[in-house]
């Protein structure tokens, strides 16, 4: 992580020039860096993991984790889509996030690496869940 970080740190250039990787989350005295800005629970609650100011290291691309806010779902989702609990408190982050930032675009881990099919099969095509998110 710190052999991909490093350069983009030291590049006046981006955005994150010097700006930390660090989760601000510490456990035994060390830094504990957590993946994703949020974590919902199948029973629709949301945790907030990291601020976002922060990078989450959660989809496999430097581009993407330096521009995009991660929420991981706590569910098994391979071969079935999220209750509606999640479903709408997933609506409510995004609808957050689009109105703060004019953002629009949201994007499945499998649509940035393809070679995972998360966040499950049932994601993305015409009746996929994704497009309950809109
Ligand atoms: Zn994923």
């Not at 609506?91 to 499998?110: A, D, E, F, V």
């Amino acid at each position: 992580m710190v052999n991909l970080y490093i350069k983009d740190f030291l590049n006046k250039d981006v955005e994150h020039y010097l700006r930390p990787l660090d989760s601000g989350h510490i456990r035994n005295g060390k830094t504990t860096f957590c993946a994703y800005h949020y974590l919902v629970d199948s029973n629709g609650t949301v945790k907030k993991l990291l601020s976002d100011k922060y990078i989450g290291w959660h989809c496999g691309n430097w581009e993407y984790n330096t521009k995009s806010i991660a929420i991981c779902i706590n569910d098994n989702l391979e071969n079935k889509s999220p209750n509606k609990k999640v479903i709408n408190t997933l609506k409510n982050l995004i609808r957050k996030y689009q109105y703060k930032t004019n953002i629009s675009q949201i994007l499945g881990h499998c649509e940035i690496k393809p070679t995972t099919t998360c966040p499950g099969k049932s994601f993305l095509g015409e009746k996929g869940w994704k497009n309950l998110l809109y």
